[in-house]
């Protein structure tokens, strides 16, 4: 199988299987020099790690990662780093009735028609158990990005129930097990996730990802969109159906005037926007303002609620899904999106300095 990389300067592989030994991933491009020890990734894994609230799947992994190479004495060294993460709570009894049955919404139909073959337990290569070294390479891309560049991320939407942004808090992202900036939208979303995952169903949601600090100039205009390269990445993460890039479809309902960006000079000659509707992001380059994406996941499709498939040998098949699932996979999303938007920026970053080694790292510019 191919494809398991992707980005550019920065470049990112990962490998492993939901109920394998292990998954793991390699980081090359990293510069050398940069301080970085297991301390430093662990945080974001622990954000991630399955079990930690009735409201996620109950799979107990503690996900604690290692660092093989590319660091020493606690500094990057300039070569690939290469991290693992052990597998220790897989109950591979679980998937025993679906070895020849394919789940609607899930990958086993595709992956038997383009490979021929496939891993039934827990998905295998298609499992979101992937994403735990997505988020560990992406706290290495933060190293990259350095303090000054914030990225975080919120659950804006649980099913149609959207946050009230008038009460957008994000001490409150960390403090509920919804990732979920506005509280009286926590306490609503956690009653109606219970009831769902009760009734064997699950809900999809909305995560909205935020980078402060990156500097202007990141991207290329044609074929390296920094907006397209942020899309594809989110797009990437299992079950995305969706990515807009700062008022996304929503600036179709707009006039022109109301979506333009207005710009004035500051006094120390900074260009000043009135606006942020393109999320940052114009000519695919970065303006220096907050960088803004926000990405739909659909509702997990391991449920309890018999739905109608198909076997191997051609037959119609009644198809029920055991096992310990995620209500809604849009919860631990949420540390996964944040990764990948790190990834992408860490990547532009270095190409930009490739480019431009003295490129501004504000919006500034030359005052007559």
Known sequence: MSHNSFGHLFRVTTWGESHGPAIGCVVDGCPPRLPLCEADIQ???DRRRPGQSK???QRQEPDTVRILSGVHEGMTTGTPIALVIENQDQRSRDYGEIKDRFRPGHADLTYELKYGIRDHRGGGRSSARETAMRVAAGAVARKVLGPDVR????MVQLGDDRVD??????AAVDANALFCPDPAAAARWEERLLAARKAGSSLGAV???VAEGAPPGLGAPIYSKLDADIAAALMGINAVKGVEIGDGFAAAAL???DNADEMRMGADGRVLFGANHAGGVLGGISTGQPIVARFAVKPTSSILI????VDRHGRDVEVETRGRHDPCVGIRAVPVGEAMLALVLADHLLRHRAQ???APSEARLPRN
Request: no cysteine; glycine share 6%.
């Open 55 to 57: 409201l996620v799947t």
């Open 356 to 358: 431009n080694p003295d």
């Open 151 to 154: 990225v975080r991320a919120a």
């Open 306 to 309: 018999p739905r109608q498939g």
């Open 207 to 209: 995560i909205e990802v």
């Open 43 to 45: 945080p974001f894994l």
């Open 165 to 170: 942004r008038s009460n957008w808090d994000w």
């Open 255 to 257: 006039s022109g005037e």
